[in-house]
């Protein structure tokens, strides 16, 4: 099975050698180059077709927020996920706006970016909890989009449940294993959900089931 290709992306040099060691230690990953810059980012990712990047937020040149969107205007098969040092939910906001699948901060514990890295690759989003109930804060405004939102009384009750695991970052084969259903079930309510409540990701899932009331974190 092909390894996990990374690209990262950081204007700090001992950082992303620090972080290349880490990963490099896990067999399904491999670490394919690094860019200093957003501007680098776009060019080695083009070269170097990785299948998830990790990209800083506050860089020169290019910054993170604006590297997102080109990359993944021009890759939109690549997963990305956003590094920095501070939980701030107006980046947060952004990078999910710009396509990004990931979001962590520079401390997080290596097993997690490591998790974080395998599940965006799988197609998934990674969002700490803490991270999304920062996120749920500072969307008490309702917009014109949550107007139009489905109600959630559509859902089946077994629907809920998906969407109340989702909410607790759970990926479909620990749905599935809490559920007792397969995985293909868990992909089919998923589907489901995403339609019924005019969603697109497993993000915006777990915020709207959180700012619904649907699901609590603990």
Known sequence: MEPIRVLIVD????FRQGLARILEMEEDIVVVGEAANGREALERAAELRPHVVLMDINMPV????????????????VGIIGLTIHD???????????????YLLKDTEPVRVVEAIRRVFRGEAFLPPNLITKL?????????????????????????EVLQCIAQGMSNKEIAVSLYISQKTVK?????IFRKLDLT??????VYAIKQ????LD
């Open 11 to 14: 204007d700090h040099a001992l």
């Open 62 to 77: 290019v910054n993170g927020l604006e590297a997102t969107r080109r990359l993944h205007r021009k890759l939109p098969h």
């Open 88 to 102: 701030d939910e107006e980046y947060l906001r952004e990078l999910i706006k710009e396509g990004a699948q990931g």
């Open 136 to 160: 749920f804060s500072t969307l008490q405004r309702p917009s014109a989009a949550d107007d139009a939102a489905p109600p959630e009384e559509d859902l089946t009750p077994r629907e809920r």
């Open 188 to 192: 089919n309510h998923i589907s489901s």
């Open 201 to 206: 990701d497993r993000t915006q899932a777990a």
């Open 213 to 216: 009331g649907l699901a609590t």
